[in-house]
């Protein structure tokens, strides 16, 4: 799956408040309970703000770029304050194999975007590496059941300092806000601990029996709550 490419009417942004303009476009249309064991929708493009939708597409162009290989599942980190990440699933058609790729960018898009655009240069520090078969369908699989759970929340809230994550694939893109607990709160933690171990080895990705088991845990319990 290919990183969609938009359109983007170039408008001046205005600073004034920045803070406040920061928490909109992070923020806005990402509401979450603290137990929350479903994702939530996004708002899409066309119903995006051309500020908001320029951050985005920069966030995607940056972070996700075009690639020969199949995207199988994308997972994104957007702080309030620090740097955007990304991670997602590569599936090679020539070989039959998966590889999992981490990505870091060396300064916020958003502040090089806020400061000066017409000098933005986007540097990202990449790591791919190839995963057990096994152990990639696995994490597919415990994605895809996240997927499937994606839900208007009953009691939305605003959050002002945290974090959003972003999980999609080739048909569905979800959301949650800075979860506390319930399955999306095991399913950022799973994900932070298989990106962490990717890192730690940058040669082959195989995952222990514990993280396994965990994995296709939650995408049983996905199933069964949903």
């Known amino acids: 799956m290919k990183a969609a490419k938009r359109h983007i009417e170039k408008v001046p942004i205005k600073l004034g408040g920045m803070a406040c303009l920061l928490i909109v476009i992070l923020f806005a249309f990402s509401f979450s309970l603290n137990g929350?064991?479903?994702?939530?929708?996004?708002?899409?493009?066309?119903?995006?703000?051309?500020?908001?939708?320029?951050?985005?597409?920069?966030?995607g162009e940056v972070l996700f770029p075009d690639t020969e290989y199949f995207e199988k599942s994308r997972y994104l980190i957007l702080p309030s304050f620090g740097l955007e990440t990304g991670m997602r699933i590569l599936y090679d058609q020539s070989t039959k194999t998966h590889s999992l790729e981490v990505l870091v960018v060396k300064k916020s898009i958003w502040e090089s975007l806020t400061q000066d655009k017409k000098r933005f240069r986007a540097g990202v520090d990449r790591t791919s590496i190839p995963i057990k078969e096994g152990d990639a369908e696995d994490i597919i699989k415990m994605y895809e059941a996240s997927l499937s759970s994606i839900k208007l929340p009953e009691n939305p809230r605003i959050g002002i300092d945290g974090v959003t994550y972003f999980l999609s694939n080739y048909s569905y893109t979800?959301?949650?806000?800075s979860p506390k607990n319930g399955l999306t709160k095991e399913l950022i933690e799973i994900s932070k601990e298989?990106?962490?171990?990717?890192?730690?080895?940058?040669?082959?990705?195989?995952?222990?029996?514990?993280?396994?088991?965990r994995i296709v845990d939650l995408g049983e319990q996905f199933k069964i709550k949903n």
Not at 194 to 213: G, M, T
């Open 174 to 177: 979800g959301t949650i806000w």
């Open 36 to 59: 929350q064991n479903h994702l939530e929708p996004t708002i899409h493009s066309t119903g995006l703000y051309n500020w908001q939708a320029e951050y985005y597409a920069k966030v």
């Open 194 to 213: 298989i990106r962490k171990k990717s890192l730690e080895n940058n040669k082959w990705l195989e995952l222990d029996d514990v993280l396994l088991a």
